[in-house]
C-alpha cells in the first residue's frame, strides 16, 4: 500500500548541477502532477500529465523538464540548478475524470537545496 | 488574474468549532479543494466542491457559494491533531490541470 513514492527524500546540489527527482505511483491514476513549495506559501504546479505520454505545463515549468515514460512514472529534471529552485517538491496522482483533476495522493516530498 | 484570499493564521480552543474562509476570483470555475498539511508533511486531500452547499465527511465539512465566490472549511470537535496548515484550491474552468491554482494556506493553531 505504497501510493505515492518519491526519491529522494533530500539532495543538496550545486549551481548547476543536474538531477532528477522520481515519483511511482502503484493506484493505477492517470493523472500525475509535481508542485513546488515554498517556505510559508501554497503550491505551485511546475507540470501535470492527465495520461502516459502527456505532459503540459503549469505554473512555474521554467528551468525544469518531466518525463511520463509509463502510467507509473512522472520524472521532473533540474538541467541546471539555480538556488531560486531551493524547494520543498511534491508529486501527487489523481483518480478523478479530467473534469475535476484535483489532485489527491501526494508523496513525502523531496527538500532540495541549491547551493 | 486567479486569486485566492485565506486568512494566514487562526486559533481555536480542543473541542470546539472552526471555520476556515477562502474568497477566490478567476475567469471561469470548476470547483473549489481543500488540504490539509502539518508541518514536514505532505498535503493530504480533504474535499472537493463542485457545486453549491454543504459536503460532510465525518469532523470536517466544505462550503461553497459559486455565486459569492466564497467556500469554506468547517471543522468541529477540534482535536489537538487538527493543528495543521489548510489550503484551498482552485482550477479556472475551460483550462486543464495546469491552472489548479493553491492559496498560501491558513495556519491553524488548537489550544488545550
Known amino acids: 500500500n505504497a501510493g505515492v513514492t518519491q526519491t529522494p527524500k533530500f539532495q543538496v546540489l550545486k549551481t548547476g548541477q543536474s538531477m532528477t527527482l522520481q515519483c511511482a505511483q502503484d493506484m493505477n491514476h492517470n493523472s500525475m502532477y509535481w508542485y513546488r513549495q515554498d517556505p510559508g506559501m501554497g503550491l505551485r504546479l511546475i507540470y501535470y500529465?492527465?495520461?502516459?505520454?502527456?505532459?503540459d505545463k503549469g505554473e512555474v515549468p521554467n528551468g525544469y523538464n518531466v518525463s511520463r515514460l509509463n502510467k507509473r512514472e512522472f520524472s521532473l529534471r533540474l538541467e541546471s540548478a539555480a538556488p531560486s529552485q531551493t524547494s520543498v517538491y511534491f508529486c501527487?496522482?489523481?483518480?478523478?475524470?479530467?473534469?475535476?483533476?484535483?489532485?489527491?495522493?501526494f508523496g513525502d516530498g523531496t527538500r532540495l537545496s541549491i547551493l | 488574474g486567479q486569486s485566492l484570499e485565506q486568512p494566514s493564521e487562526v486559533t481555536a480552543v480542543e473541542g470546539a468549532i472552526v471555520q476556515i474562509n477562502c474568497t477566490y476570483q478567476t475567469s471561469g470555475f470548476y470547483g473549489l479543494s481543500w488540504y490539509q498539511q502539518h508541518d514536514g508533511g505532505a498535503p493530504t486531500f480533504l474535499s472537493y466542491n463542485a457545486l453549491d452547499g454543504l459536503e460532510e465527511t465525518g469532523r470536517f465539512s466544505s462550503f461553497l457559494s459559486r455565486s459569492d465566490s466564497y467556500g469554506y472549511l468547517l471543522l468541529q470537535e477540534l482535536q489537538m491533531k487538527d493543528s495543521a496548515s489548510y489550503f484551498c484550491?482552485?482550477?479556472?474552468?475551460?483550462?486543464?490541470?495546469?491552472?489548479?491554482?493553491f492559496g498560501s494556506g491558513t495556519r491553524l493553531s488548537i489550544r488545550p
Open positions: 484550491a482552485v482550477r479556472d474552468r475551460g483550462s486543464s490541470a495546469s491552472k489548479i491554482i
Open positions: 500529465s492527465a495520461s502516459e505520454g502527456t505532459t
Open positions: 501527487a496522482s489523481s483518480d478523478r475524470g479530467r473534469d475535476s483533476n484535483q489532485p489527491q495522493h
